[in-house]
């Protein structure tokens, strides 16, 4: 039994060290976040900064990330992970108040299967078109052919 509880307390306790307190899904919050919406798939929440200072933490938090894509859109900045951490996406919105809105996306299956269904029929249909246009091709070039042929 008491190995149990210390087994049990040290796991708790190497758990809690791995995420701190102040992280969603791994990633580490903004010192002085205000948050807005919080379940298991999301976390939405302010931040009392500028825009480029929110974006420098981020950037200075993922830039020796090898599989994370940071995308500037003007007033958003868009951090996708093509790894398998537990977090898909986080977004730095710029909202017209002046407020600056963060959101952190957990990875789900809908997403990944969606693409790959997207992925798998895209295929078809380039296959599909590369079939009609080498048969109208050969329909065309037979044509000349029995058509230059029947001329001698």
């Keep these: 039994m008491r190995k149990v509880c210390v087994i049990t307390l040290l796991f708790i306790a190497i758990t809690t060290l791995a995420y701190p307190s102040d992280a969603f899904l791994g990633v580490t919050l903004i ?3 205000t948050i807005i919406h919080q379940d298991n ?15 420098g933490y981020y950037r200075e938090l993922f830039k020796n990330s090898e599989h994370v894509k940071i995308t500037d859109r003007g007033s958003q900045t868009y951090i996708e992970d093509h790894s398998n951490r537990d977090w898909h996406s986080v977004s730095i919105s710029k909202l017209e108040n002046g ?3 963060i959101v952190i996306l957990k990875d789900n299956w809908t997403w990944i299967l969606g693409t790959l269904v997207l992925r798998f029929l895209a295929v078809f249909a380039v296959l599909l078109v590369l079939y009609l246009a080498m048969t109208l ?3 065309i070039v037979s044509r000349m052919v029995s058509t230059h042929a029947s001329n001698r």
């Design 31 to 33: 010192p002085g976040a």
């Design 41 to 55: 798939q999301r976390l939405e929440f302010n931040v009392n900064t500028t825009y480029d200072e929110a974006v």
């Design 99 to 101: 407020q600056i809105k």
């Design 137 to 139: 091709t050969g329909v």
